[in-house]
Structures are given as structure tokens and as C-alpha cells.
């Protein structure tokens, strides 16, 4: 197959840019238009094969040995079957149909399910539940606002497309551009987003949620009497707080700077607080910069499966959600766990070292594309295709709008997609009957 | 010297975990510390030298360089994977979210040839 194919999503961060053109030779991805660096590295690792598991593999006393599909399956139902409390893991980088199998299977197998946004913006997460938000898309954010604020995210390393896709550069229904908008950054690092902003703020690290929380008072006329808040001046501050006030469309979009700092959560809730109460003033939204391209869609396939976004735990045969109990660094710190199923994710690089040492060390299966330090470790490696390349799925964009994935070529040969992966160990548990 | 360490996104380590995760590229993207050029100069640093970064939960060594997103003095970037990870506490503080960012670390010259490949690293616990 030849030619360029229009309109294709790139499967890599929460921006879901779905306008990249693909050109194909021979069935392989040949040159990508309009993605950014990350798309580019994302669409070239699916052509090449060294870095690809391509045979299912089992360990059989010190070895991995290849085996076929089926038995490997066998393998993964049957360690996951036996353990008394498994944890399935992962999930930020497939589609959501491979994800609706995972939480079927999580509840069939009286397991804990939980994605990578836990150990992300899994506390923004919480902070929503505990307040609410007043959000938007990001076509209404293009079309209308006039103010952009981007807290504690870095987009032209992590989200390289967002400004100029989506909220500063592009011409809107009501923006010219970049000279109708302001941008203000507030990082404690002077990053390149920040070089281009109007106004950068610069923080010091672990103090946002006072800094918020001074906006919020200023906003409410109150007067702030020291000459720093968490080691912004004062009266840059008050700029800030103007600025906000006099926008006619404002958005705020935070980064893993609040979810991760000292206070976490009640960081993000005071960051949605400041959006809320700046509305009496102006129109304002907030949005989380997500960063797996459908780490989102798990919190909502998750959600309308049981109730809970993320950090669900089965064990009592119906669903419970506790965050920082049922959460995976916590269920596997405290040696709850005694059997990993990792789907698209690294779990071993990605995890604090305690963690991913205890993850080396018990039963685990993996199922990945790409040969990872999880898939090293795993006692069954079950390879897959690449979901949104290699084939078709659903994917939720940050802003919570679900968005097809194309598959544009073949998997190398005989490679199954994750959906059809975990479906598979479905099939398999229910005909050994449910536990 | 004592510093308070970030871990984050930067762009090459996002590539290199599309691209090559066991491999080089991510390796000599990822294992770096970025630091502020005067931290460097005063602990008499070249840049891409090698370091031993220690934290209250692990050690690693890694290399060190001038930050190109600019640090303040006394703060620290370490790329994620897992190099920054070997850095970093299971305590969630009942939020399911360990502290990837804001941790002290301290920072020293190291003698090693290298730092360890990915695949070497092992894990503690």
C-alpha cells in the first residue's frame, strides 16, 4: 500500500493531535508531516524490529524459552489465577477497548487494577473529585481565550504541539493568533516555554499551593503583607491576579509541578479553586496536561466500569477506591501483591527503586510492543501490536474528547493487538470459572 | 553539595523512550543530572562529568551538566526513567503519588568510568 493517508492521531501524549499525515511504502511508515519530535520518534520505533518483542516467551527454569501465543496466555491465567492478590497495571498507552477487557478482567480475577495516571496526575484526579472543575476543550480554548496560563508544565518538552496547536499560536474563531493572547509560565525552572511568555513567574519549589492561595485572596481585595509569596515578589503576583481578572477567556493548564510537589492534591484543589473563583471576575477553565496519549481514557473506561477513575481494588469482590491504599506503589510497598500483569507500561524504570525491585521479583507477565526493564524482568513476555499504528482503537484527548485511532499498517506477522491480548486471558479464565 | 531535586519530562528523554529504551540514546539523555553552571563550577565540575547523586532512599551515579532549561542555584533536574527513580521513595503519603519532585539530594564527585546501563542498575529492597 501507497500514498499519503490523511488525518491520522498520533499515539503518543495526551494532546492527541490528529491531523498528521502519514505516508506508507510497502506497508511500513515511510515520512510523517506535522508531528512533532515525539510523534516523529513515536511512528519511527514502530518500523524498526530490534527494539520489538516479536515471540511470546516463558520462563522455564533459568531461560525464557519462545512459545506460541497460546500457550504464553495459558501461562499468564494460570499465575494470575493462582495469586491471592494481583495487580494489573499499565494501560496509559493502548486503546480504550484493551482497557475495558483489563478492568472485566481485574473484576473476574478479584484483583487490583490501576493505570499509570496514579503515580501522574492521579492527585489532580482526586483534587476534581474533591471540588469540581470548570473546564473546557481545547477547540473552545483555541477558538476564545485571550489569557494562557501554564503552571508547573514544560509543553514544549512534554506536550510539544499544545501551545501552538491548541491555546497560544493558533488563529481561533475570535483570536488572530499569538499578538491577540497573553501567556504567562510559572516554573520554577526558566524553560523554553517560559522564554516566550509575557509574563513568567518563577516559584520556588514545593510552595504553590500558598502562591494559589495568595491569588485567591488577592482576588478577594485582600492585601498580602509580606514582599515574597513562596519566592514570587508580591507584586508580581498582583500582575498576575490583574491580569486574570481582566481576560475575557482565561485557561489554566497545570503539570505534574502540582501534582507531584509537596502537597500534591491539595495543590490541584487550589488551583481549581483559584479557576472556580475566577469566574466571578472573567470566563476561566482548567484542564491537566496529561501525558500518555490515553492515560485519560483509562480514568473514563475505568470510571463507567466501576464507579472509580483509577486505584481499584476487587479483592473484596466489588469495587473499592482508596488512593494511597489501593494505589499500585502503595499495594506493592506494602507487599500486598504477589502477581504483576503490566500492559503498556514500564513499570521497573518508571517506579520508585523499592517498588520495581519487588516487581523484579515476583510472578509477572508483560505485554508490550518494545522490549522495556519490565518485559526483561517478567516471567511471561506477550508481545503486541503497537495500538494506534499497528491498529485501530479509541483514545480520550486531555480535554476528556474521545478519538479514533487509526491503524495504518500490519504488526509484524502473527502479533496480536492488546485488546485481543487481554480478551484472550478473559476466554481462558472464564472457562477455568471465575474465583 | 546539597541540592533539591526535580525530575521531569525533557524532550530527548521522551524520545528515548520511544526509541530506545534499553539502549544508548535513552541512556545518555536520561542519566544526566542538569544543574545550575555555577553548582557545576563550584563543585569543580566539567560539564557531562560524573557524579554521585544520594538521596534518603538510593543512590546512582549519573552525569552531570549545565541545565539548557535554566535551573536556579541549588535545585536539580534529573530526566524520569530509571536512573531518577532509584532516587525517589515508595511513600505516598496516602495519595498513591510517591515525591518525584523537591527531594534533597547531595551531590559529589564519582570516580567510576561510567554510569550503569539501564539493564545493570538492579534495584534495592
Given amino acids: 500500500m501507497a500514498g499519503m493517508i490523511q488525518n491520522v492521531t498520533c499515539p503518543f501524549c495526551g494532546c492527541l493531535c490528529d491531523d498528521i499525515r502519514v505516508v506508507l511504502e510497502e506497508g511500513k511508515v515511510k515520512e510523517i508531516y506535522n508531528g512533532c519530535a515525539l510523534s516523529q520518534s513515536r511512528f519511527a520505533e514502530a518500523k524498526r524490529t530490534e527494539n520489538r518483542n516479536l515471540q511470546p516467551l516463558v520462563r522455564k527454569g533459568d531461560a525464557k524459552l519462545p512459545v506460541g501465543y497460546d500457550e504464553a496466555l495459558n501461562r499468564a491465567v494460570e499465575i494470575l489465577a493462582s495469586a491471592d492478590h494481583s495487580l494489573l497495571y499499565g494501560w496509559a498507552t493502548t486503546s480504550c477497548e484493551a482497557q475495558r477487557a483489563g478492568v472485566e478482567l481485574a473484576e473476574l480475577l478479584g484483583a487490583s487494577i490501576d493505570d499509570t495516571s496514579s503515580v501522574c496526575h492521579g492527585p489532580s484526579t482526586i483534587g476534581i473529585q474533591d471540588v469540581g472543575y470548570v473546564t473546557a476543550t481545547l ?16 509543553p514544549f518538552h512534554a506536550h510539544p504541539r499544545h501551545i501552538s496547536r491548541y491555546t497560544v499560536f493558533p488563529r481561533g474563531y475570535f483570536r488572530k493568533g499569538r499578538k491577540d493572547r497573553k501567556l504567562v509560565v510559572v516554573d520554577p525552572r526558566r524553560t523554553s516555554s517560559s522564554r516566550i511568555a509575557d509574563l513568567y513567574v518563577q516559584p520556588e519549589v514545593g510552595h504553590d499551593y500558598e502562591i494559589l492561595n ?8 485582600a492585601k498580602i503583607a509580606g514582599p515574597k509569596v513562596g ?28 501534582s507531584m510537589s509537596r502537597g500534591k492534591h491539595r495543590n490541584v484543589e487550589a488551583a481549581l479553586e483559584l479557576v472556580r473563583d475566577l469566574n466571578a471576575h472573567a470566563k476561566w477553565v482548567i484542564g ?10 483509562f480514568n473514563e473506561v475505568c470510571a463507567w466500569e466501576t464507579g472509580f477513575p483509577f486505584s481499584v481494588d476487587f479483592t473484596r469482590g466489588y469495587p473499592r477506591y482508596n488512593p494511597g491504599e489501593t494505589s499500585a506503589v502503595d499495594l506493592i510497598s506494602n ?37 522495556t526493564l519490565t518485559t526483561e ?19 480520550y484527548r486531555m480535554d476528556g474528547v474521545p478519538i479514533e485511532l487509526r491503524g495504518l499498517c500490519e504488526p509484524p506477522p502473527g502479533l496480536l493487538g492488546d485488546d485481543e491480548i487481554v480478551l484472550g486471558m478473559l476466554q481462558r479464565l472464564k472457562g477455568m470459572g471465575s474465583r | 553539595m546539597d541540592l533539591i531535586l526535580i525530575t521531569g519530562r525533557t524532550i530527548n528523554q521522551g524520545r528515548g523512550t520511544m526509541t530506545d529504551r534499553l539502549g544508548g540514546f535513552h541512556q545518555k539523555n536520561s542519566a544526566v543530572i542538569q544543574m545550575n553552571g555555577n553548582d557545576l563550577t563550584e563543585l569543580g565540575l566539567d560539564n557531562r562529568a560524573l557524579v554521585r547523586v544520594t538521596s534518603a532512599f538510593g543512590e546512582v551515579v549519573l552525569r552531570a ?35 518525584f519532585k523537591g527531594m534533597k539530594v547531595k551531590v559529589q564527585r564519582e570516580a567510576a ?10 534495584g534495592p529492597g
Fill in chain 1, 231 to 258: 519566592g514570587v515578589p508580591t507584586g508580581t503576583l498582583q500582575q498576575v491576579a490583574e491580569l486574570m481578572k481582566r481576560a475575557e477567556f482565561g485557561a489554566l493548564y497545570f503539570g505534574l509541578g502540582l
Fill in chain 1, 335 to 371: 507487599g500486598e501483591i504477589d502477581a504483576i500483569l503490566t500492559v503498556a507500561s514500564d513499570p521497573v524504570a518508571n517506579l520508585p527503586a523499592e517498588v520495581a525491585g519487588k516487581i523484579r521479583r515476583m510472578p509477572a507477565i508483560a505485554v508490550d510492543p518494545f522490549k
Fill in chain 1, 214 to 221: 495568595a491569588l485567591r485572596a488577592m482576588l478577594r481585595g
Fill in chain 2, 113 to 122: 568510568e561510567d554510569v550503569k546501563p539501564a539493564t545493570t542498575l538492579g
Fill in chain 1, 139 to 154: 477547540g473552545a480554548v483555541k477558538n476564545r481565550a485571550d489569557v494562557v496560563i501554564y503552571w508547573g508544565c514544560n
Fill in chain 2, 65 to 99: 551538566e549545565e541545565a539548557e532549561e535554566e535551573l536556579p542555584r541549588g535545585l536539580a533536574h534529573i530526566p524520569y526513567g530509571p536512573w531518577a527513580s532509584r532516587l525517589v521513595g515508595s511513600d505516598t503519603g496516602a495519595t498513591g503519588m510517591p515525591s
Fill in chain 1, 288 to 297: 491537566a496536561m496529561r501525558g500518555h496519549y490515553n492515560v485519560a481514557g
Fill in chain 1, 377 to 395: 524482568a517478567a516471567d511471561v513476555v506477550i508481545p503486541s501490536a503497537v495500538a494506534g499504528i499497528e491498529g485501530p482503537g479509541t483514545a
